[in-house]
């Protein structure tokens, strides 16, 4: 049981390209989550699903979207990379309803240059 | 409208003794609480949670106290230990029907010496 998995760990771009985090779970989760945090920040949700084939905007959405076409796959893009969005990145699951505890993954620290 | 928060940065402690990380909260209809450690490089872990129908959840070296009336609760790690060293976040769901959603406070960074 891998639980929550993010490719990649680390990555480097320049300002203006795009890239994908992948985001994989094997709990059969219903609910998936993007999140960023930053230094003296906390943790922000970008965008979240509740399900296969939903998404929705967090609280910091914007420059980002989202793909959720499989149960276990949450996908997070950047089309066009901005140093502000340098940060580390965490997706995280979970079963969904009241206080249900949110299954994170290890993080994808990316810096845009 | 920060909504959880965790007025300090960071908190050092000696081992064995005790180690209070504090979270308060604005909105009134948050009734269920949870606390997340998180090491370096790694993902925020689940570590105990309170109902807001309690004032005490026990679990182990981990107490978390609820204070209800002041919007206030507590963490309380006894005796600490220098592996309790990590960022705590203190979370709540959102109400209503977005109670999949948590917000989180900005953390504190828990040093203990050895």
């Known amino acids: 049981n891998a639980g929550v998995t993010q490719t990649p760990k680390f990555r480097v771009l320049k300002t203006g390209q795009s890239m994908t985090l992948l985001c994989a779970q094997d709990?059969?989760?219903?609910?998936m989550y993007w999140y960023r945090q930053d230094p003296g920040m906390g943790l922000r949700l970008i965008h979240y699903?509740?399900?296969?084939?939903?998404?929705a905007k967090g609280e910091v959405p914007d420059g980002y979207n989202v793909s959720r076409l499989k149960k276990q796959n949450f996908l997070l893009g950047l089309e066009s990379a901005a140093p502000s969005q340098t940060s580390v990145y965490f997706c995280?699951?979970?079963?969904?309803?009241?206080?249900?505890?949110?299954?994170f993954g290890p993080g994808t620290r990316l810096t845009v240059l | 409208d920060q909504q959880v928060k965790q007025n300090s940065p960071s908190l050092s402690v000696q081992e064995g003794r005790i180690s209070i990380l504090n979270c308060d909260y604005t909105?009134?209809?948050?009734?269920?609480f949870l606390w997340y450690k998180k090491y370096p490089a790694e993902g925020p872990t689940f570590l105990i949670s309170?109902?807001?129908?309690?004032d005490k959840n026990e679990d182990g070296r981990f107490t978390v106290f609820l204070n209800k009336s002041a919007k206030h609760l507590s963490l309380h790690i006894v005796p600490s230990q220098p592996g309790d060293s990590a960022v705590y976040f203190c979370?709540?769901?959102?109400?209503?029907?977005?109670?999949?959603?948590?917000?989180f406070g900005k953390g504190t960074l828990l040093t203990v010496n050895p």
């Open positions: 979370a709540a769901p959102n109400s209503g029907g977005s109670n999949y959603k948590l917000t």
């Open positions: 909105n009134s209809m948050f009734d269920y």
């Open positions: 309170i109902s807001s129908i309690k």
């Open positions: 995280a699951s979970s079963y969904g309803g009241r206080g249900n505890e949110q299954f």
């Open positions: 709990m059969n989760h219903e609910y």
């Open positions: 699903s509740v399900g296969e084939g939903t998404t």
